[in-house]
């Protein structure tokens, strides 16, 4: 029998944390991908006739149908000071996340005073005190609750976000905690910066929160079978890769770095990260029964799939939430997630979380359905 089957690294008599309720929230604003790229046209590219040609095979080739806004489109596209971003970001990350967090913690059945810790992350904005901080009186957690902010994970924050829960959870078996997650990529779109990768970026990222209740072992809930225990998780970092993604930030605000080496790194390192994790459990990827993969765009979902051999169905849910949503960063995968709780597969199946970022970061997360 596995080492996965037998409870793990640490010991079959040791229960592991659990996730019991995801919620996701996005804002009202919602539009359809060739009206987003009609406005970049006007006022990133200018009307420009090869730029536009450039917007339409981009467009094309996004995988992305519609996505949710915390502006209207008009307001957005008349944004260029990033003082009144960042504030606007702050206001509308509050409430965004206040929904997904409240959302979350009453479908688990947890009473906001019975969290222990709260995590956090974000890249689109800044706010110190941080978000979760803000959020705590407002929403009734414990004036002691352990908070435990995450920033510059980009894209990753989501898994690397699950890997933090479990750490705290093994460390406190009896405790509860959340994660959330708020990304207003919207905010932070550059409308005047013409590169490719700012362009890239305009056809890809949307607006979204999701927050996640987990508990530990040795506490049960009405909602505790809801979803997957949390097994373990690792991180690698590439080298010499620092700009491939990422920000550049100065008084323009957050300027984006975005590669076209990203899908080749993600096609280069992912399988050897993943087959070293799988293989400390004794597992191959073959057996992994639900793939959580964050939707960092078509080319990067296919170089996931090519790298496995994965059947089309095993990223249907990641290609629904990218088409649905676009990329929301670090609120991807956790969608995703969300998204493969409703039709679990068999209880015992092992299930791969994997997403990357800037580092470049490859975060994963091992859970057990």
Same mark, same amino acid.
């Given at each position: 029998m596995s080492r996965f089957r037998e409870g793990l690294a640490w010991g079959p008599d040791e229960p592991l944390p659990r996730v019991t309720a995801i919620e996701t929230a996005v804002p009202p604003h919602r539009y359809r991908q060739e009206d987003i790229m009609a406005a970049l046209a006007r006022t990133t590219l200018m009307e420009s006739q090869t730029g536009i040609l450039m917007l339409r095979k981009i467009q094309a080739n996004a995988g992305v149908a519609t996505r949710h806004f915390a502006l209207p489109l008009e307001r957005l596209i008349e944004?260029?000071?990033?003082?009144?971003?960042?504030?606007?970001?702050?206001?509308?990350?509050?409430?965004? %996340?206040?929904?997904? @967090?409240?959302?979350? $913690? +009453? *479908?688990?059945?947890?009473?906001?005073?019975?969290?222990? =810790? !709260?995590?956090?992350?974000?890249?689109?904005?800044?706010?110190?005190?941080?978000?979760?901080?803000?959020?705590?009186?407002?929403?009734?957690?414990?004036?002691?609750?352990?908070?435990?902010?995450?920033?510059?994970?980009?894209?990753?924050?989501?898994?690397? %976000?699950?890997?933090? @829960?479990?750490?705290? $959870? +093994? *460390?406190?078996?009896?405790?509860?905690?959340?994660?959330? =997650? !708020?990304?207003?990529?919207?905010?932070?779109?550059q409308m005047q910066d013409t590169s490719m990768a700012n362009i890239v970026a305009g056809s890809l990222f949307g607006d979204g929160a999701a927050a996640v209740v987990a508990v530990g072992g040795h506490r049960g809930t009405a909602a505790a079978a809801a979803g997957p225990q949390l097994v373990d998780s690792r991180s690698r970092l590439v080298p010499d890769s620092e700009e491939v993604l990422g920000w550049d930030i100065g008084s323009h605000g957050f300027r984006i770095l975005l590669a076209p080496e990203v899908p080749t790194l993600?096609?280069?390192?992912?399988?050897?990260?993943?087959?070293?994790?799988?293989?400390?459990y004794d597992l191959l990827p073959g057996q992994v029964g639900s793939w959580i993969?964050?939707?960092?765009?078509?080319?990067?979902?296919?170089?996931?799939?090519?790298?496995?051999?994965?059947?089309?169905?095993?990223?249907?849910?990641?290609?629904?939430?990218?088409?649905?949503?676009?990329?929301?960063?670090?609120?991807?995968?956790?969608?995703?997630?969300?998204?493969?709780?409703?039709?679990?597969?068999?209880?015992?199946?092992?299930?791969?979380?994997?997403?990357?970022?800037?580092?470049?970061?490859?975060?994963?997360?091992?859970?057990?359905?």
């Open positions: 944004l260029d000071d990033f003082t009144e971003n960042n504030r606007l970001w702050h206001d509308a990350a509050l409430e965004l %996340g206040e929904r997904a @967090l409240t959302g979350a $913690l +009453r *479908a688990a059945g947890v009473e906001p005073g019975e969290v222990d =810790a !709260v995590i956090s992350t974000t890249v689109t904005g800044l706010a110190v005190p941080s978000l979760e901080a803000r959020l705590a009186h407002r929403v009734g957690l414990r004036p002691d609750v352990t908070r435990i902010p995450l920033f510059g994970y980009g894209c990753a924050g989501g898994a690397a %976000g699950l890997a933090r @829960l479990n750490d705290y $959870l +093994r *460390a406190h078996p009896a405790h509860v905690a959340v994660l959330l =997650a !708020v990304e207003l990529c919207s905010l932070a779109y993600t096609e280069e390192h992912l399988p050897k990260a993943v087959h070293d994790f799988l293989g400390t993969v964050h939707g960092g765009g078509p080319k990067v979902l296919t170089a996931v799939e090519r790298s496995f051999d994965l059947p089309p169905a095993a990223l249907e849910p990641t290609r629904r939430s990218l088409a649905e949503r676009g990329n929301l960063s670090s609120v991807s995968v956790l969608d995703v997630l969300h998204t493969t709780m409703r039709t679990p597969p068999r209880p015992g199946t092992p299930g791969l979380v994997a997403a990357m970022g800037p580092g470049f970061a490859i975060e994963l997360a091992l859970v057990r359905w």
